[in-house]
């Protein structure tokens, strides 16, 4: 059994359940981005000020069916500019929710009606796309549940987002959102592991139960590296999109920055609990428990693979191709890159607090321009990334409004995902089908990274 992470010296003892789910109707929701409190450290530490969507961490959860229509007034009542970004979604570009690429920033005191069509089925979500590196650790995110209209049996439907905040003593989110050291290292990587919000949440199953957990990852530059102890199961959906067949859960499995993870799992252990666990250099922690009730057996048989989403075949011998060459970064030799039109070295970069590039060019995102596209391409023609990673650090790459699949070194295509955790020195290549016109970043997720630099975007005509 793992132990117990400390937090602050003291041993977190907190015993509440992630949070109830609930349903949408038909009537717009009304989304209030605001300030709030909530107690995350343990017992004993004072709440923690954060921002969220409509008063809690993560915010309201979104659950609606394939085929609907969400509506959502965003309500900023946050002392900066915001917008809301629907992770994973194949949305109409308009409410894609990117400041300055999509739409203008939402200003505080203002509103902005997003509305748009659930084409698929999966575990999305949204978050903040101002300012992310402190709007989204301060807490302005949420899950974003499309159910299929057929979905699969299981006993529970639990959705697991991961987090991890930078807290000082005083259990505050500390303010050092711009640090130049996270912006040029591995990212804002926090010190206490909360799932759901909380500190090592506790939820009841009972021994033989068949769970759907939908694990999420919001942390801002965490790479997770997962297991599940006590349960044995099925990775059935990457990034939303469900795998051809459901594929055994590995003891161990990564979770890169926005990437998530549909696993069906059933309870197979004798003893009274079971555990989320992240594993971490020095060993393995529980970051949620499962209380596991005596049963009956496990149903044992593997699940159906979910029904597929709609398809957009991918034309490889006939895609466009580009290359995307990441740089940068401490540790990383580049000499200089193009800033804002202008050549720099690696001094008058950092004096910019900026320090990766790709191809060459600093793409830094919001009130700095945006600079010409990666490529611009007709709806209906394939695209070819090929993304070699010549950084020390690894990179969560995500491209908006399509999913792309890898094209693995055989040739062949890997699962649908909208998320590629690229780590330090590998080359992959990714292909998508360009169905849905627009203007997409494509970015990495470590959001410091984007903040400093890491971020481009493709043109599809229409
Ligand atoms: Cu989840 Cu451009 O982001
Ligand atoms: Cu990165």
Redesign the pocket.
């Given at each position: 059994m793992p132990s117990r992470r400390q937090f602050l010296g003291t041993l977190a003892a907190s015993c509440a359940l992630p949070r109830v789910l609930h349903a949408t109707g038909p009537a717009p929701l009304r989304l209030r981005a605001a300030p709030s409190r909530a107690r995350i450290a343990p017992a004993g530490y004072p709440e923690t000020d954060l921002w969220t969507f409509n008063g809690t961490m993560p915010g309201e959860e979104l659950r609606l069916r394939q085929g609907e229509r969400l509506r959502a007034e965003l309500v900023n009542d946050l002392p900066q500019p915001t917008s809301v970004?629907w992770?994973g979604i194949r949305i109409d570009n308009a409410m894609d929710g990117?400041p300055g690429l999509t739409q203008d920033p939402v200003m505080p005191g203002e509103r902005f009606s997003y509305e748009f069509d659930l084409p698929d089925a999966g575990t999305y979500w949204y978050?903040s796309?101002a300012q992310t590196v402190e709007q989204v650790e301060r807490g302005l995110y949420g899950a974003l549940i499309v159910e299929e209209s057929d979905p699969p049996d299981v006993d529970a439907d639990l959705v697991l987002v991961v987090d991890d905040m930078r807290l000082d003593r005083d259990a505050a989110i500390t303010f050092d959102f711009d640090a130049p050291h996270d912006r040029s290292h591995a990212g804002r990587i926090g010190n206490a592991w909360l799932v759901n919000g909380q500190m090592d949440p506790r939820q009841k199953v009972r021994r033989g139960d068949r769970l759907r957990l939908r694990l999420i990852n919001a942390a801002n530059a965490r790479v997770y590296v997962l297991g599940l102890m006590g349960m044995t199961g099925w990775t059935v959906a990457l990034d939303g999109m469900p795998l051809a067949a459901p594929e055994p859960l590995e003891e161990q499995f990564l979770l890169a920055p926005?990437q998530r993870m549909d696993v069906i799992v059933d309870v197979t252990t004798d003893e009274a609990e079971a555990f989320l666990i992240s594993l971490e250099r020095d060993g393995g922690y529980a970051i949620a428990t499962f209380d596991v009730d005596p049963g009956g057996a496990a149903r044992g048989t593997a699940p159906a693979a979910l029904p597929p989403n709609p398809g957009f075949p991918i034309d490889l011998a006939n895609a466009r191709t580009v290359p995307l060459l990441m740089e940068g970064g401490a540790m990383g030799g580049m000499s200089g890159a193009v800033l804002d039109g202008e050549r720099q070295d690696m001094r008058g970069l950092a004096q910019q607090n900026v320090f990766w590039a790709f191809n060459g060019t600093v793409g830094r995102m919001g009130d700095y321009g945006i600079g010409d596209p990666l490529i611009e391409v007709d709806r209906g023609e394939s695209v070819r990334i090929g993304i070699a990673n010549d950084t020390a650090f690894d990179h969560a790459m995500?491209l908006?409004g399509m999913h792309f699949a890898e094209v693995r070194s055989d040739g062949s295509l890997g699962p649908l995902r909208d998320t590629l955790l690229v780590q330090r020195g590998e080359t992959r290549e990714i292909a998508f089908a360009a169905h849905n016109p627009g203007d997409w970043?494509f970015?990495c997720?470590m959001l410091a990274h984007h903040a400093a630099g890491m971020g481009t975007w493709l043109r599809v005509r229409g």
């Open positions: 970004h992770h990117v978050h796309h926005a995500h908006h970043l970015h997720h």
